[in-house]
């Protein structure tokens, strides 16, 4: 079994990668090292300098090979246009790495829309494990207390 981690990269990775020690490694530096993953993809909406800057600094902390997908987002915020960012991304991991993957959905990163588009999609419509991470907790597998039920998703959502 494939072992996928997908992630937004957040500010406090990109700070990570500029050495400001208050963060520490960041996020998805923290989920990699010590935790066993075939593949990391990483969804960003930053500049194409800002994310080659930080893959670099992160190929110097794994060995595990990173995909990166640059997404144009209006607002960071903006729930629907993330939650088809993620779509696209995840069909597409699994379009190009068959059947027989374990998804895991960082949801420490990014914004928190970004963060509860990870949650809905683990819940709904992809089976995938949720992780999050911080400096003072480490890497854990986040209790969601809830189950989301099809009839509560919105008719948009359903269609797509």
Do not use: C
């Not at 935790?35 to 990483?42: P, R």
């Amino acid at each position: 079994m494939t072992k996928i981690l997908i992630s937004w990269i957040g500010m406090t990775d990109l700070k990570a990668a500029k050495g400001v020690e208050s963060v520490g490694i960041g996020p998805i530096a923290q989920a990699v090292i010590g935790h066993f993953f075939d593949k990391i993809v990483l969804i960003s909406n930053y500049s194409e300098a800002e994310n080659n800057a930080y893959i670099s600094w992160l190929k110097t902390k794994t060995n595990i090979k990173i995909e990166h997908y640059s997404e144009q987002l209006t607002d960071p915020t903006d729930y629907e246009q993330i939650y088809f960012i993620d779509i696209k991304v995840v069909t597409d991991v699994l379009a190009k790495n068959g059947s027989n993957v374990s998804l895991t959905f960082h949801i420490s990163p990014g914004t928190p829309a970004m963060q509860v588009i990870w949650v809905i999609l683990a819940k709904t419509r992809f089976e995938a494990e949720l992780i999050e991470s911080s400096k003072e907790q480490g890497v854990k597998t986040p209790y969601i207390p809830f189950e989301i039920s099809a009839e509560f998703i919105p008719k948009l959502l359903q269609t797509v």
